[in-house]
């Protein structure tokens, strides 16, 4: 067995023989597999439990499915992040955030990955209600801060993605916010020269209380013929829009 703190490298195809077997230590798991004559074999370990025990998941194979290959995939819910300070934008006028967005593991076998073996977080997330009482969604809340730089060292890790967001108000009033709410399922992963990127997110607070979240997709730092690394859960065509009208408004800002 081999065991590795994972790294940008850690995205991947491995190959596997009869009884060989692979270990990670990613986000705040250690990720274990093993394949044998007839199966591939899964454990996660939280280490942040000390006292986490090890379980293992089997899958039924064939001794010629050789690969297996870990995916970055976004959660599957939205995620709400604070910026470092209240923001108060004035009409007419957009700031730029980056979020760090942890990413969920989606590792698939087989010598055509079509067996998957595991879809789970990558990073331990607590959930929170956003929005009204009887109209708003469950998401995850993060840990890290919306920051308005890019810094490497806060965010190229092999756990995480960072997503540009423009926050723009086309209204003709001042908008306050403390929270964005970002629809990561509709986001692709990508790898840039130093850390994991995601698609380029647009929010606007409209005129007439129309509001508007457009995919914007490949960040300009990821090169055009660079495939992603992970799809989005539900894909979006790039600059698809969705619309929110007031009324829930604060199920993406607050």
């Given at each position: 067995?081999?065991?590795t703190?994972a ?11 009869t ?19 007839h ?20 899958f039924t ?17 939205s ?12 009409p ?48 995850y ?18 756990s ?50 129309v509001?508007q ?36 408004l604060?199920a993406?800002?607050?």
């Amino acid at each position: 067995m081999t065991m590795t703190n994972a790294t940008l490298d850690f995205w991947k195809p491995y190959p596997l023989a009869t009884d060989e077997s692979l270990s990670w230590t990613i986000g705040d798991f250690v990720i274990q597999v093993r394949h044998t004559a007839h199966e591939w074999q899964i454990a996660r370990q939280d280490i942040t439990k000390p006292d986490d025990s090890v379980s293992w998941k089997r899958f039924t194979s064939g001794a010629e499915e050789r690969i297996v290959e870990p995916v970055p995939v976004m959660p599957d819910l939205s995620v709400i992040v604070r910026p470092e300070a209240p923001i108060h934008l004035a009409p007419e006028h957009e700031a730029v955030f980056f979020v760090s967005i942890p990413l969920w593991l989606k590792l698939t076998a087989g010598n055509d990955r079509s067996l998957v073996l595991s879809d789970e977080p990558l990073v331990n997330l607590s959930k929170t209600w956003f929005g009204e009482p009887t109209n708003g969604e469950l998401c995850y809340s993060l840990r890290t801060r919306a920051r308005r730089d890019n810094e490497d060292d806060a965010s190229s890790t092999a756990s995480r993605a960072v997503s540009k967001v423009i926050m723009r108000n086309a209204s003709s009033s001042m908008l306050e916010f403390e929270r964005l709410c970002l629809p990561a399922k509709h986001l692709k992963v990508y790898r840039s020269s130093n850390q994991l990127r995601a698609d380029d997110v647009t929010l606007v607070y409209g005129k007439d209380a129309v509001n508007q979240i457009r995919i914007k997709g490949r960040p300009a730092e990821v090169e055009t013929d660079t495939a992603p690394l992970g799809n989005a859960r539900e894909e979006l065509t790039s600059g698809h829009l969705l619309q929110r009208g007031f009324g829930k408004l604060r199920a993406f800002i607050h």
